[in-house]
């Protein structure tokens, strides 16, 4: 019996003009288990190791996950958004259900950017380019997320990732440019 385990990887960097970043990671990894069952039908043997997961394979898991129409029909890209305060995360967190933060609306742009990823290389995929938010007031922006709708808003789509400042929030005022650029890693 061979049992699989993945433990996903992914970093992201927000930044204001200003400046500020934040960061996360996890590991893809997995466990073999191999049985040798003889004529007879008994255990002649069993054992459990570890593997490696090759960049290769890394590479691909990225790009099947991030490919457009990978999580289904309606579900075809991903779209980064803005936290009006700095996010207490769980991994239990929806759009629908999330402490401690809601999305900052004040921009511009008249849906969420969305995210366009390049090719995975060395186990990790970025965006190929920056998504952007024109601010239009003063505001406290706490961090930054990925959904797959591009509603600004909205909380029933799927929230892959939330992530705060490391050190807090930032101020933010009319005119300034929010550029975000994320790094998912297997």
């Excluded at 996950?65 to 991903?78: E, I, R």
């Excluded at 803005?82 to 008249?110: F, I, R, V």
């Excluded at 849906?111 to 952007?132: H, I, M, Q």
């Excluded at 961090?143 to 709708?149: D, M, R, V, Y």
Aim: some cysteine.
């Amino acid at each position: 019996m061979t049992v699989e385990k993945i433990n996903a990887s992914e970093s992201a960097t927000s930044f204001v003009v200003r400046g500020a970043s934040s960061s996360e990671s996890v590991n893809a990894e997995g466990v073999y288990t191999v049985t040798c069952v003889g004529p007879d039908g008994q255990e002649k043997w069993q054992d459990t190791f570890e593997n490696t997961v090759t960049t290769v394979g890394k590479n691909a898991l990225l790009n099947v996950f991030f490919a457009t129409g990978a999580l289904g029909a309606g579900s075809t890209t991903w779209y980064m958004g803005l936290t009006n305060s700095a996010p207490t995360t769980s991994a239990g967190d929806t759009m629908a259900s999330h402490a401690g933060w809601s999305e900052k609306t004040g921009y511009s742009e008249s849906t969420r950017p969305a995210v366009t990823f390049s090719t995975a290389a060395s186990g990790s995929k970025t965006t190929s380019a920056n998504s952007s938010f024109s601010i239009t007031g003063t505001a406290t922006i706490g961090g930054a997320f990925i959904a797959n709708n591009s509603t600004k808003g909205e909380s029933s789509s799927t929230l892959y990732s939330v992530g705060a400042f490391t050190v807090g929030d930032k101020y933010v005022s009319s005119g300034d440019t929010i550029n975000v650029t994320y790094t998912a890693s297997a």
